[in-house]
């Protein structure tokens, strides 16, 4: 029986944030998959079909719990998932932030090759402009731009916030606002403390200093 965590809110809520200090073996981010495909960049919801079929074949490949970066997003994602075999859903954290706050976020953030992400308020690289693990040039996605960023929270707001109510009792809601970085540490030492993964000091020692993703 795999256990299964996820990782809900709109684009530049910190579901990134939170999912690159979980065990690499044990975190499923949807988005960086899609975008390593090339799939989406247009800001376009993709199919349900194609994302169930991807999400299913990654689990088949994990042990012991999986956390869930940003799926499910639909209904029909969440009735997908919830009739998955050998999984058991445990909990679901939902990450929430002013859609002001969001678009400063993700307007203003940079990106490496390497997948190391940045904010010239939040977190910015100690070389303008540079990577601090690779050293290459930092760029935007295109996906971050102002135009495609209303219309990835306007389509979250239309098309997926039902979800949480399909979700019910799971559900745990995390201001990523007032404090950023305590809400990264609160979801990602319940999770690494539930799972017997490393003590909740060590797991402190190695956050002090989170990134800023979705």
Same mark, same amino acid.
């Given at each position: 029986?795999?256990?299964?965590?996820?990782l809900y809110g709109p684009p530049?809520?910190?579901?990134?944030?939170?999912?690159?200090?979980?065990?690499?073996?044990?975190?499923?981010?949807?988005?960086?998959? $899609? !975008?390593?495909?090339?799939?989406? =960049? @247009? /800001?376009?919801?993709?199919?349900?079909?194609? #994302?169930?079929? *991807?999400?299913?074949?990654?689990?088949? $490949? !994990?042990?012991?719990?999986?956390? =869930? @970066? /940003?799926?499910?997003?639909?209904?029909?994602? #969440?009735?997908? *998932?919830?009739?998955?075999?050998?999984?058991?859903?445990?909990?679901?954290?939902? =990450?929430?932030?002013?859609?002001?706050?969001?678009?400063?976020?993700?307007? *203003?953030?940079?990106?490496?090759?390497?997948?190391?992400?940045?904010?010239?308020? =939040?977190?910015?690289?100690a070389q303008e402009g540079k990577?601090?693990?690779?050293?290459?040039?930092?760029?935007?996605?295109?996906?971050?731009?102002?135009?495609?960023?209303?219309?990835?929270?306007?389509?979250?707001?239309?098309?997926?916030?039902?979800?949480?109510?399909?979700?019910?009792?799971?559900?745990?809601?995390?201001?990523?606002?007032?404090?950023?970085?305590?809400?990264?540490?609160?979801?990602?030492?319940?999770?690494?403390?539930?799972?017997?993964?490393?003590?909740?000091?060590?797991?402190?020692?190695?956050?002090?200093?989170?990134?800023?993703?979705?």
């Amino acid at each position: 029986m795999i256990d299964l965590y996820l990782l809900y809110g709109p684009p530049g809520v910190g579901k990134g944030t939170i999912a690159e200090r979980i065990p690499a073996e044990h975190c499923l981010g949807v988005g960086r998959i $899609l !975008r390593a495909r090339r799939i989406g =960049l @247009d /800001g376009k919801l993709i199919s349900d079909a194609y #994302v169930n079929q *991807l999400i299913q074949d990654e689990i088949s $490949l !994990r042990k012991q719990y999986v956390v =869930l @970066d /940003g799926y499910p997003r639909t209904l029909e994602q #969440v009735d997908f *998932l919830k009739a998955l075999p050998e999984t058991r859903l445990v909990r679901v954290y939902a =990450l929430t932030c002013p859609d002001t706050v969001l678009m400063n976020r993700l307007s *203003l953030r940079q990106t490496c090759l390497c997948g190391a992400t940045y904010h010239p308020m =939040l977190k910015p690289s100690a070389q303008e402009g540079k990577c601090d693990l690779c050293g290459k040039e930092l760029f935007r996605r295109s996906d971050d731009s102002p135009e495609i960023v209303r219309r990835r929270l306007q389509q979250f707001h239309e098309e997926t916030e039902p979800v949480l109510a399909r979700l019910g009792s799971l559900v745990r809601y995390v201001d990523s606002e007032s404090n950023f970085k305590t809400s990264v540490l609160s979801v990602v030492d319940e999770i690494l403390s539930e799972q017997g993964h490393i003590s909740s000091c060590d797991y402190r020692r190695q956050i002090s200093n989170p990134r800023v993703h979705d």
